[in-house]
């Protein structure tokens, strides 16, 4: 019996479970572990596959929120700078500082439009010059002057601007620069939170495409997709992390709200050299003739870019547009005019539905980025509690789960055990921040396993000091490299297909690492791959070739 068949074998024995949470993004996943790690059993289910939402389709930003001082935030900007330096420390192997630089092209511009967004109204921001973001740049640094984690912020004049940053607009009075961070494995950070819970708490169990069909006999009917079969789960709380899909979800458990307001935001990876180097692995943050804030840093050998922010009705429809593809390119233009970038450089897109709160604006940068609770007691056809999470950000989703969980852990009548602050994720556990150290832990690491020392390396980045396990018991002669893709080798593969909740190839290609995000889904990587854990995974070659064409819409 698969480990799937497994669980819901034994929730059909005994439907019981203190906490479901519907949505396997960032703030269900977080809330499951935090949840897991105080004893409490919680079942974690998703319609899709574990961060299939926005959870990867982010900017890959873990920021402070600049612009956020603006609507008078200072409680979200202080917690979200908190957490990003939480994370610095918690998961070193895939967040890291990120300089950032803006480019000013006035002393006072926005200063009027800044103070009047500040005081209400309801306008789209305008272009800000030197002294309204210095007020912004110097909140930062208050916030994190105990415990600083980045460097302070500096201005710097038009002249040295202009040299540092080839191709840059040439209009500009000065420059500004701070550091944020940046995440590269997004996604697999969420696996390890999930897999972090379950090792604290056998109890908890998680499953990926399980979608939830309505509430029956006191419980929630859930529909397994691998089979087709439905199973009732009879929780004492409902948790509701769908992020923009809230509304639906809640719909489908018979309840009618209207808590969410969503927005899109595409991106562009882009394959431009002289792009690359023109940034200097910084990124510039930058807004556009109409207000809107955007950013293009580089990511490995990549540029990422975005974004939008458009309203959507229903989030399953929302894709990245031509339009939108046109007017990113249109924005990169406005402040790199020396740098050409032709479609034929766009390896990627992708498109996330910002969970935002409903708010009635025309002007979606002003509505908060905050997080929130909004509880539906029991009634109807519920026999349960709905929490539903509105809002929240990749970088305060760790602060949203502890405060999410202590009101739930009240509800139980269950004491905190722990707190989550300075606790590693996953392979950030003793992680060598430090150069030397780390040239010292792959030196080990290589001698102990007898793998090249940049493979191990490249191990490392990858799955930060989990990978001493993997390395160690590699078998040789599936340390092979791949034929269409070299960088990844069949034993790598199939350790992910094994032990990764994969259940399709595009879990494997999107959501569990890059090879999609950096345009490498070509139809012979998709092909190699689906042999690899086809054979791990029981598919025939009918399966394999499904899985290719399910996959082949992100080549």
């Known amino acids: 019996m698969s480990w799937r068949g497994e669980i819901i074998r034994k929730l059909e024995a005994d439907p019981q479970v203190s906490v479901l949470i519907l949505g396997g993004g960032i703030n269900g996943v977080g809330l499951f572990r935090e949840l897991a790690l105080q004893g409490v059993d919680c079942l974690l289910v998703d319609k899709a596959d574990f961060t299939a939402g926005a959870t990867s389709k982010s900017s890959r930003m873990i920021h402070g929120g600049l612009r956020y001082l603006e609507n008078r935030e200072f409680k979200l900007v202080a917690e979200a700078l908190r957490e990003r330096n939480r994370l610095l420390e918690n998961a070193a192997h895939y967040v890291a500082p990120l300089k950032t630089t803006i ?105 990926n495409y399980v979608r939830p069909q309505g509430c029956q006999n006191g419980g929630v009917r859930l529909q397994d997709e691998a089979t087709g079969r439905d199973f009732v789960v009879i929780p004492r709380i409902v948790v509701n992390a769908t992020g923009a899909w809230v509304d639906k979800t809640n719909a489908a458990l018979g309840l009618r709200t209207r808590y969410m307001g969503p927005t899109k935001g595409s991106h562009l990876v882009v394959d431009n050299q002289d792009l690359h180097r023109a940034l200097d692995g910084r990124m510039v943050y930058y807004q556009y003739d109409d207000g809107r804030v955007c950013i293009v840093f580089p990511f490995l050998d990549k540029v990422i870019m975005g974004s939008t922010d458009i309203r959507v009705d229903d989030p399953d429809t929302a894709r990245c547009e031509e339009s939108e593809i046109e007017y990113m390119l249109g924005t990169l233009r406005s402040v790199f005019p020396g740098v050409n970038i032709a479609r034929a450089n766009i390896v990627f897109t992708f498109c996330g539905v910002r969970p935002l709160p409903r708010k009635d604006t ?16 029991p009634g109807g056809a519920c026999a349960f509690p709905v929490y539903s999470l509105i809002g929240g950000k990749w970088t305060t989703f760790r602060a949203f789960a502890e405060q999410v969980a202590d009101q739930l852990l009240a509800r139980l009548q269950a004491p905190r055990k722990c707190g989550t602050a300075q606790m ?22 290589a001698q102990k396993s007898g793998l090249r020392e940049a493979r191990v390396r490249d191990l490392l980045e990858r799955y930060g000091t989990t990978a001493e396990t993997y390395a160690l018991s590699a078998i040789v002669e599936k340390e092979r490299p791949l034929k269409s893709l070299p960088s990844y080798t069949v034993g790598e593969i199939e350790s992910i297909a094994a032990n990764e909740y994969v259940m399709h190839l595009d879990d494997i290609v999107c959501r569990r690492t890059l090879i999609a995000l950096l345009g490498d889904a070509r139809g012979e990587v998709l092909r190699e791959l689906a042999g ?24």
Request: glycine fraction near 10%; charged fraction near 25%.
């Open 362 to 377: 025309g002007v979606t940068a002003i509505v908060s980025r905050g997080h929130s609770v909004r509880i539906d007691e």
């Open 424 to 445: 590693p994720i996953g392979g950030g556990k003793d992680f060598p921040s430090d150069p030397g150290r780390r040239t010292e832990w792959i030196m080990r690491v």
């Open 532 to 555: 690899i854990a086809g054979r791990v995974l029981g598919w025939d070659q009918t399966r394999q070739e499904e899985e290719i064409n399910r996959a082949r819409r992100f080549e």
């Open 103 to 207: 480019p000013l092209c006035s002393w006072f511009g926005g200063l009027l439009k800044s103070a009047l967004i500040f005081l209400g109204c309801n306008l789209a921001p305008g272009n800000r010059g030197v002294v309204p973001v210095k007020f912004g740049l110097s909140f930062y640094d208050l916030v994190t002057r105990k415990h600083p984690k980045t460097p302070r912020h500096f201005l710097t004049g038009k002249t040295e601007s202009l040299r540092a940053t080839p191709g840059l607009r040439t209009d500009i009075v000065a420059t500004a620069t701070y550091w944020d961070a940046w995440i590269t494995q997004a996604e697999r950070l969420c696996v390890e939170l999930i897999q972090d819970a379950r090792r604290a708490n056998p109890r908890c169990q998680a499953l």
